[in-house]
Antibody, heavy 120, light 107 residues
Framework: EVQLVESGGGLVQPGGSLRLSCAASGFTFSNSAMSWVRQAPGKGLEWVSAISGGGSATNYADSVKGRFAISRDISQNTLYLQIISLRAEDTAIYYC?????????????WGQGTLVTVSA | EIVLTQSPDFQSVIPKEKVTITCRASQSIGSSLHWYQQKPDQSPKLLIKYASQSFSGVPSRFSGSGSGTDFTLTINSLEAEDAATYYCHQSSSFPLTFGGGTKVEIK
């Protein structure tokens, strides 16, 4: 059974930083494309970032480019999202999602999400 | 950036009725269009991938069609448990994008 468990969210001041984690199990993490998608309170889904199965390719939404960094640790079966220079508009539930093999980015399974609140 | 425009934004439907949700892409995306269901306080669930392929475990009343720029999600014989917001999503090119969502309410 595919399981994705996010952690690392919380209350952060504007300008602060955070690292989100997503522990993966139940599938071959090492060759699966992975994504981060966020949802602001009461709003729709917004794709944030994706990493290819081998980790060689990363992509970002324009709204987070230069502030967010996606990475993965194959040995720990964990996906990360490093966030710096947080803004109020980054407040959202952050979901990690499993794609297909290598460069297949359709998000087939999602975690339960972790809430990031940016406020003074 | 490929913009996905869903319609309608909201639909109130009686059980057993048929529901049709459309998603229009601002440029051709082939069949790289996927549909998700999100119930309140839950994470999204994949229903249909690549326009018309049903995902594992999804009830057969959900179906998808279309290619290029125009896509449709159909729910045949709506059930009470189908009350949710439905999103389309394209993986044709980066940045990946989602439609604005269609909220389906049960009358």
């Amino acid at each position: 059974e595919v399981q994705l468990v996010e952690s690392g969210g919380g209350l952060v001041q504007p300008g602060g930083s955070l690292r989100l984690s997503c522990a993966a199990s139940g599938f071959t993490f090492s060759n699966s494309a992975m994504s981060w998608v966020r949802q602001a309170p009461g709003k729709g889904l917004e794709w944030v970032s994706a990493i290819s199965g081998g980790g060689s390719a990363t992509n970002y939404a324009d709204s987070v480019k230069g502030r967010f960094a996606i990475s993965r640790d194959i040995s720990q079966n964990t996906l990360y999202l490093q966030i710096i220079s947080l803004r109020a508009e980054d407040t959202a539930i952050y979901y990690c999602a499993k794609g297909g093999v290598n460069y297949v980015y359709v998000s087939e399974f999602w975690g339960q999400g972790t809430l990031v609140t940016v406020s003074a | 950036e490929i913009v996905l425009t869903q319609s309608p934004d909201f639909q109130s439907v009686i059980p057993k009725e048929k529901v049709t949700i459309t998603c229009r892409a601002s440029q051709s995306i082939g069949s790289s269009l996927h549909w998700y269901q999100q119930k309140p306080d839950q994470s999204p669930k994949l229903l249909i991938k690549y326009a018309s392929q049903s995902f594992s475990g999804v009830p057969s009343r959900f179906s998808g069609s279309g290619s290029g720029t125009d896509f449709t999600l159909t729910i045949n014989s709506l059930e009470a448990e189908d009350a949710a917001t439905y999103y389309c999503h394209q993986s044709s090119s980066f940045p990946l994008t989602f439609g604005g969502g269609t909220k389906v309410e049960i009358k």
